[in-house]
């Protein structure tokens, strides 16, 4: 008889719980380091269902603005926590 761990299923619940990253491109629009936003011109985020848009974004730590300014190319990962979408991630393009 073929049995289905619970642990294997449990698993699968909580990935299926997890909001889903975006990788992405952007500019840099603003910053507010203050208030841990930066606002980002970027392309579409298909995984999180938006559009090309520029949009203001908290960033998770609020370090990741250390070093950036307005107008640097960056590459960010983006994703929807607790019903905000946050930067997790971003680096000054080369």
Request: aromatic share 4%; no cysteine.
């Amino acid at each position: 008889m073929f049995r289905t761990p619970v642990l294997s299923s449990l698993t699968a619940l909580v990935l299926l719980a997890v909001p889903a990253a975006q990788a992405a491109e952007g500019v840099v629009r603003k910053l507010q380091p203050a208030q841990a936003k930066v606002t980002l011109a970027h392309g579409e985020l298909k995984e999180l269902g938006m559009p090309a848009m520029t949009m203001a974004y908290r960033a998770r730590p609020p370090s990741l603005l250390d070093g950036l300014a307005v107008g640097d190319r960056v590459e960010f990962t983006a994703e929807k926590v607790d019903g905000q979408y946050v930067v997790t991630a971003i680096r000054k393009k080369r």
